[in-house]
């Protein structure tokens, strides 16, 4: 089985920072890709960014300019920088693996800004 953990987020002001995190763990032979999804409350699941193995990403039209995703250090895992932060980004933000034949899910970290 494959978990995901995700940390980071919390409570910030408009215009203000936070970064997430994402560590995968379990039986992994190889990642396609990570990402970051989110949810606002009424609204459906989005996809927020990516990266590929290969380090390609892409983002939602609406992040681009102030979030940056990227691969961490240590092996399967993966970070969501988030910069000039807005009311409209609050939301449960979740980590998604792709294992090429598999999703897997994170439980999802709260971010919430404040206007």
């Known amino acids: 089985q494959v978990q995901l953990v995700e940390s980071g987020g919390g409570l910030v002001q408009a215009g203000g920072s936070l970064r997430l995190s994402c560590a995968a763990s379990?039986?992994?032979?190889?990642?396609?890709?990570m990402g970051w999804y989110r949810q606002a409350p009424g609204k459906q699941r989005e996809l927020v960014a990516a990266?590929?193995?290969?380090?390609?990403?892409n983002y939602a039209d609406s992040v681009k300019g102030r979030f940056t995703i990227s691969r961490g250090n240590a092996k399967n895992t993966v970070y969501l920088q988030m910069n000039s932060l807005e009311s409209e980004d609050t939301g449960i933000y979740y980590c998604?693996?792709?294992?090429?034949?598999?999703?897997?899910w994170g439980q999802g970290t709260q971010v919430t800004v404040s206007s």
């Open positions: 379990g039986t992994i032979f190889r990642v396609n890709a």
């Open positions: 990266i590929t193995s290969g380090g390609s990403t």
């Open positions: 998604n693996a792709d294992l090429f034949n598999i999703d897997y």
